[in-house]
């Protein structure tokens, strides 16, 4: 069984700045991608980073200079660092990991349960 669990979310002012992190656990032998992914109300859910397991970032175009992504391979975390927030930045933020549980298995994606980033103007 392989858990993701986020922390971090929070309600910020417009140019504030939140860190999010995220701690997979269980029956874990390699994380490969790790990421970020959000939904804003009534909208789909989006690619925000995501991070290989070489350090490797990718970013969408709405966030890249402003966000950061990194992962301690060492603690099977990932971190999301957010500065200059914007209101279009609201939404519950996932984490997403691509996990082999044995050498036996391919890769299974998971997500966590979310947590609420919510800039106020």
């Known amino acids: 069984q392989v858990q993701l669990v986020e922390s971090g979310g929070g309600l910020v002012q417009a140019g504030g700045s939140l860190r999010l992190s995220c701690a997979a656990s269980?029956?874990?032998?390699?994380?490969?991608?790790m990421g970020w992914y959000r939904q804003a109300p009534g909208k789909q859910r989006e690619l925000v980073a995501t991070?290989?397991?070489?350090?490797?970032?990718n970013y969408s175009d709405s966030v890249k200079d402003r966000f950061t992504i990194s992962r301690e391979n060492a603690r099977n975390s990932v971190y999301l660092q957010m500065n200059s927030l914007k209101p279009e930045d609201t939404g519950v933020y996932y984490c997403?990991?691509?996990?082999?549980?044995?050498?036996?298995?391919?890769?299974?994606?998971?997500w966590g349960q979310g947590t609420q980033v919510t800039d106020s103007e």
């Open positions: 269980g029956s874990i032998w390699f994380i490969r991608t």
């Open positions: 997403d990991a691509d996990i082999r549980t044995s050498i036996e298995t391919g890769d299974t994606g998971y």
């Open positions: 991070i290989t397991s070489g350090g490797k970032p």
